[in-house]
């Protein structure tokens, strides 16, 4: 009796459609709602408009636009202070880095690469680089979700916003309970309590969150995590401020949280289209006109995003990295590090 074989289910070749299905599908939504913006933004405009910016406030937006991130810089090192000193001047280029990589790759190639290129210059496991970065994320989106919450009593939001960020909410907390558990329980109570049984890599994973949360900068880090999201706002209010528009600090506020909001979501590089889209429509919520309102969230896009670019390209140049190789070298560690472990 013969047995028919079954050939091998082409795993990889499956992975990278995905990869480019959700790749092509972000650029569509981004080219969707710069279509939005443009239309009716009276393009011809924008250069007066710039020209009668107080540059005080625009120097303002940039220096605080760069240098929000040294916060951010702070709390990666006290969050990593219970596996290794790290000095705070050698993780921060790995952030600057990271964010242009944001930039010019898609879905957010940059967090994987700042935590590859730390774990390389300090001699870390990429598990415990990568591990920190989650904790971050989880952070920032406590401390997110109760400024949203906030913002829900400045103005009315717009419903997709709304429904997004209540459904964004409900699995952050969720994601946060399981990590916070996974922080304090013994590994083997997950599988108890789960009923589930986890892959090797999710078991390094968590044996580094341990390691990470029963130490007190833990709580220090988290602390850092609400001044550095409120800090954001700084850079949106200077350049309200530059323009003089004629709305309230809420609305930088309002603005601040919804961007970050949005973030959260796969995005084309640099965020471009939903970034524009989420600025002009919380602006005519806040009173604006909408041609103004579409050319002031491209500006605010070229203010918040252009600093960003010029310094993760000096601290690319400074560390003397192939970006594109780098990129390459960060996935195939991460790839090694699941099949490994």
Request: aromatic share 12%.
């Amino acid at each position: 009796m013969s047995t028919q074989t079954v050939p091998p289910r082409p795993v990889g070749r499956t992975k990278k459609f995905r990869a480019w299905a959700i790749v092509i599908i972000t650029n569509l939504i981004s080219l969707v709602c710069m279509g939005w913006v443009i239309n009716g933004a009276s393009l011809n405009r924008i250069w007066s408009e710039m020209r009668h910016m107080h540059w005080a406030w625009v120097t303002a937006a940039i220096v605080c636009d760069t240098a929000v991130y040294l916060l951010h810089g702070w709390r990666w090192t006290l969050l990593l202070r219970p596996v290794a000193r790290i000095p705070f001047l050698q993780a921060l280029p790995a952030i600057y880095v990271g964010l242009f990589a944001n930039e010019v790759f898609p879905l957010r190639a940059g967090e994987l690469i700042r935590c590859f290129l730390l774990s390389k210059s300090a001699k870390l496991s990429l598990s415990v680089t990568f591990a920190s970065a989650v904790i971050e994320r989880i952070f920032d989106g406590i401390w997110l979700m109760a400024c949203f919450f906030v913002a829900l009593q400045m103005g009315r939001l717009p419903g997709v916003l709304v429904k997004a960020g209540y459904i964004l909410g409900i699995l952050i907390l969720a994601l946060g309970a399981v990590l916070g558990y996974a922080m304090y329980a013994k590994k083997q109570s997950l599988g108890l309590v789960f009923g589930l049984s986890w892959p090797n890599w999710f078991n390094t994973l968590i044996e580094d969150l341990q390691l990470i949360g029963h130490s007190r900068y833990l709580y220090y880090s988290f602390l850092v995590s609400g001044i550095y999201l409120l800090a954001q706002i700084l850079p949106i209010y200077a350049l309200v401020r530059a323009s003089s528009l004629p709305v309230p600090w809420q609305a930088s506020f309002t603005m601040m949280v919804l961007l970050r909001l949005s973030s959260i979501v796969p995005q084309a590089p640099g965020n471009l289209g939903s970034f524009q889209w989420v600025t002009a429509r919380t602006l005519i919520m806040f009173g604006m006109v909408a041609g103004h309102a579409k050319r002031f969230s491209l500006i605010l896009w070229g203010v918040v995003t252009i600093p960003l670019i010029v310094v993760g390209f000096v601290a690319v140049a400074m560390a003397g990295i192939n970006l594109t190789h780098l990129h390459r070298e960060a996935t195939s560690a991460a790839k090694e590090r699941k099949e490994t472990s």
